[in-house]
């Protein structure tokens, strides 16, 4: 079947389909660029296990922000209402934890991309992907200071008004 359609494109004349397929019927080339790219991989599997402990946080941050929520205004207590404030911050800082770790997931996803497809093309890539490889490291510390600020924050508590 293989060798029906590349007689198919040759008579068609399809040098581009052609040469995309001699250039990923090496197999010692896709083993390499596997092997590039284990590490990325690697790193976006440890994103994930950052993320699920974030998301696992969060998720507790907004149920209990629902349960003082459901209490009428009049009947919280003023602990709630200072409880209330922390968790708000809390959850802020969880969002910014959340959007910056999945942009770091997206941008190597990218680079995983990029490196299989720059196996394949003549045109370098090198420098965009180390830009993007740059760029993830980025995403990942502002992701993890903003999860830093927020196991910062809970470990403090709601702190009652001073004075």
């Given at each position: 079947?293989?060798?029906?359609?590349?007689?198919?494109?040759?008579?068609?004349?399809?040098?581009?389909?052609?040469?995309?397929?001699?250039?990923?019927?090496?197999?010692?080339?896709?083993?390499?660029?596997?092997?590039?790219?284990?590490?990325?991989?690697?790193?976006?599997?440890?994103?994930?296990?950052?993320?699920?402990?974030?998301?696992?946080?969060?998720?507790?941050?907004?149920?209990?922000?629902?349960?003082?929520?459901?209490?009428?205004?009049?009947?919280?207590?003023?602990?709630?209402?200072?409880?209330?404030?922390?968790?708000?911050?809390?959850?802020?800082?969880?969002?910014?934890?959340?959007?910056?770790?999945?942009?770091?997931?997206?941008?190597?996803?990218?680079?995983?991309?990029?490196?299989?497809?720059?196996?394949?093309?003549?045109?370098?890539?090198?420098?965009?992907?180390?830009?993007?490889w740059?760029?993830?490291?980025?995403?990942l510390?502002?992701?993890?200071?903003?999860?830093?600020?927020?196991?910062?924050?809970?470990?403090?508590?709601?702190q009652?008004?001073k004075?």
């Open positions: 079947m293989v060798l029906d359609l590349l007689a198919i494109a040759a008579e068609a004349r399809l040098p581009f389909a052609l040469e995309i397929f001699e250039r990923t019927a090496s197999t010692p080339r896709v083993q390499q660029v596997v092997q590039l790219s284990l590490a990325p991989a690697f790193l976006l599997s440890g994103i994930g296990a950052v993320m699920n402990v974030i998301m696992s946080r969060m998720i507790w941050i907004a149920k209990r922000i629902e349960t003082i929520e459901d209490k009428m205004e009049e009947h919280r207590t003023p602990r709630q209402v200072r409880e209330f404030g922390w968790l708000m911050q809390r959850r802020k800082l969880m969002q910014g934890a959340i959007m910056f770790s999945t942009a770091a997931a997206v941008m190597i996803s990218a680079v995983i991309m990029l490196l299989f497809v720059s196996a394949y093309i003549t045109s370098q890539i090198g420098t965009l992907i180390a830009g993007l740059v760029m993830t490291m980025a995403l510390v502002t992701g993890l200071g903003f999860f830093l600020f927020e196991t910062r924050l809970a470990a403090i508590g709601a009652p008004p004075g």
